[in-house]
């Protein structure tokens, strides 16, 4: 049977991806941000997953106001990277996996989740981020990412965005389907975004290093209080933008001491930079104990 | 309508929620229309005569004339889909927030470096934050408003 | 405050839509069929509302296999009819809510449903037909619905689809965000599709008579039970089309009895007939008592 | 996989799930694209090359040309996208469901105004009912397959 072992948390700060395109990662405005992704990207050669479930939001990229699903599922066989207004990144093409994805859509629609199911679209910096940090530079052509990756994007850009509490039981319900898929597969879910931002108003620029630590203390030790966490908290010590950290509790709802294994994950890697751009960037790895 | 807004008390955050969203639909599509190249084209070389081929307010035009993200925001723009402006000008995020606090983009690029603006004072409207409505805009300090 | 007073429920035949657009109501196949919807065009009349929830299914028109919600929200200003194939129909433009559908997404979200927000599509015949069967013919161009109409499309054509439960439990989310609208509106909510039919294969054609009417006195008087029915009791006794009567919950959910008024709504109408083209129709109107 | 698929003991029926879907993605993406005039046009005139631009499996452009519906459904397809096909040809949904059980236009129709296809012995594969596959195809009692 397939499983969940092991999540990453990372931001995706569009500017990250720019500062690799561009080749401007060893300028002192970028080394220490980098540093902390050195171990990450050995990690994931020595822990290489059969398959990425990758929980992002699109930016305003592949969904306009035409079309907003509050959680869709990419159920197709490819992603093209998007163009979000400065060309599309030089990175290569996200291959998906279309049978697990499927089999997951099945499952959790019948948990009582309600997922769009898309087949086709433009995967954004919120998607192609994650994975240039945590793969390096892969030639867009001649490279490749490690494995298949299943885009999940969840609306974090209109109110209301779902609830830290119903992202969680989300992930719960991930992970019973990853279960139930009889394929022996080595699965790793993703949660990106966050940690503290905000892109607009008198306000831009806020950063609370404080705020994100605690939380993510809490989510590391004590998954479910943080989950309950209401949207006014993030918003009010965390941003406007702060919201996306929502997305990290779907990843951590998947990991099995939720479901009970009475054993927390093991911290393999615990990271935090202020800045990046306008961004805290938070990242973290944590394996099934 | 009685659903409940409490995130209004916050300074300098406008929440892009329902009603902005529907404010701002308009505005919106037609940043979204810059994601095209020709559309792009077609928009810089003559803005106004672009703007005009979309339903949009006179004053969320004028916004977007005067590159006032600010102004963008109050309606119903989403920072999201402005960034098209954005990217169309050649700007990063980072000038593009930056450009609506009021603060040179040296003062902004600094305050991000050291830190990032400090929580303290800007949890509530009715703090004395660098954020609040009394303090604007930043940056001005012994100032003259102009 | 705006509240939910009537229930409509009706099938949605394509070849309903191409009578009336062809005026041919008045020959013998038609008759029985247009003669069962004469108390309702005047009930309609008597009863006229200020908003229509209605609730129906896209059959492959404005969701393609690209892009596949399980529950999606019309908050647009208009929606036109589509082109299935056989041209638009010539029917008025709908004209949408997007106050009180802006309002229902947002409260109903923060319900935990997952719904995906459109404010562009077309709509096809499962929203067209009942609202021509209910309102008579009406010009394209001079002619009007009689309201404003909120689309509420469920996915009904790519399994899993939700379940009779899911539903009925969301029709108990859109009555309370319906109540909490501020302004005084008179709101019904029209459930559509069904009742047995199967399209496809050498069991096209079904129609179960004894199921379809049993299920009706079920749906009137138990809903909370009728809603326990599972997908495979649907597709086997009311063939595979059938499942188009979960969306029926929806609006049943949606009356005061399911949410403690202690008093089970009045049925001002009940009509059956068999076929239309491939299909047994049904038709109720409930009343709030 | 190990998730239930109790739809699989009802006889002539087919359940368009996620590995229909899958099955069936170009097949009804096809179908799709015949939502627009410009594209039936091109269909009728080289049914064969207009078919050949899509990424579909030979079986399923086989059964497409013969209009055999029961082989698309069996390849992935769905009725409501292959309605497209029948739209495309001036047929109604009644012509194209009837043409599925191997009854005439007229027998089929003829079963629908007389109350439709009794569900005896038509709910589990193994009863007796006319949609069995031993009873296949309809309405051709006493005659030979062809
Ligand atoms: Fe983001
Ligand atoms: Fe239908």
Redesign the interface.
């Known amino acids: 049977m397939a499983r969940i072992t092991a999540s990453v948390y990372t931001s995706h700060v569009p500017a990250i991806g720019v500062a690799m395109d561009l080749q401007k990662t060893g300028e002192d405005y970028w080394k220490p941000l980098f540093a902390g992704y050195d171990f990450s990207r050995r990690w994931l050669r020595d822990n290489r997953p059969d398959v990425i479930f990758l929980v992002y939001n699109d930016h305003a990229t592949a969904f306009s106001l035409d079309l907003i699903p509050t959680f869709a599922l990419g159920t197709g066989a490819q992603f093209n990277p998007a163009d979000e207004g400065w060309g599309a990144r030089p990175v290569p093409v996200v291959q998906g996996h279309p049978e697990l994805a499927s089999h997951i859509a099945q499952s959790v629609i019948q948990q009582d989740f309600d997922l769009t199911l898309v087949n086709r679209m433009d995967v954004d910096h919120g998607l192609t981020v994650p994975l240039s940090l945590m793969c390096g530079e892969q030639d867009p052509v001649h490279g490749a990412w490690p494995c298949p990756v299943i885009p999940f994007h969840v609306n974090v850009v209109q109110y209301p965005v779902p609830s830290g509490q119903r992202c969680f039981q989300l992930g719960q319900a991930i992970r019973r389907a990853v279960e139930s898929f009889d394929e022996d597969l080595n699965v790793q879910i993703w949660g990106t975004g966050g940690m503290s931002h905000q892109l607009q108003g008198a306000r831009a620029g806020l950063i609370n290093r404080e705020w994100d630590n605690a939380w993510l203390d809490q989510m590391i030790a004590d998954p479910a209080a943080c989950a309950a966490t209401p949207h006014i908290d993030y918003v009010r010590e965390a941003g406007s933008e702060g919201i996306e950290l929502v997305m990290w509790l779907i990843a951590r709802g998947a990991m099995s001491d939720v479901a009970g294994s009475g054993r927390p994950p093991r911290v393999a890697h615990r990271f935090y930079h202020v800045p990046a751009s306008n961004t805290a960037v938070g990242h973290l790895i944590l394996e099934n104990a | 309508?009685?659903?409940d807004k409490?995130?209004q008390d916050?300074?300098?955050?406008?929440?892009?929620?329902?009603?902005q969203?529907?404010k701002g639909?308009w505005l919106?599509?037609f940043?979204?229309s810059?994601?095209k190249a020709e559309n792009?084209a077609r928009f810089k070389a003559d803005e106004r005569a672009y703007l005009d081929e979309w339903p949009m307010t006179e004053a969320q035009k004028a916004a977007v004339l005067a590159r006032d993200?600010?102004a963008c925001?109050a309606q119903g723009g989403?920072?999201?889909?402005l960034?098209?402006i954005?990217?169309?000008d050649g700007l990063?995020?980072?000038q593009?927030?930056?450009s609506?606090?009021?603060m040179s983009e040296q003062k902004?690029r600094h305050?991000?470096?050291s830190?990032?603006?400090s929580?303290e004072g800007?949890?509530?409207l009715g703090e004395d934050g660098d954020?609040?409505?009394h303090r604007?805009?930043?940056g001005q300090a012994g100032h003259t408003k102009d």
Chains 1, 3 share one sequence.
């Not at chain 2, 916050?10 to 009603?19: N, V």
């Open positions: 309508m009685a659903l409490p995130y916050i300074p300098g955050t406008t929440i892009f929620d329902a009603e969203s529907r639909y919106n599509q940043c979204t810059l994601m792009r993200l600010n925001m989403n920072i999201y889909f960034a098209r954005g990217a169309t990063s995020f980072q593009m927030a930056g609506m606090t009021g902004y305050m991000m470096v830190g990032g603006r929580i800007n949890r509530y954020a609040q409505p604007q805009p930043q």
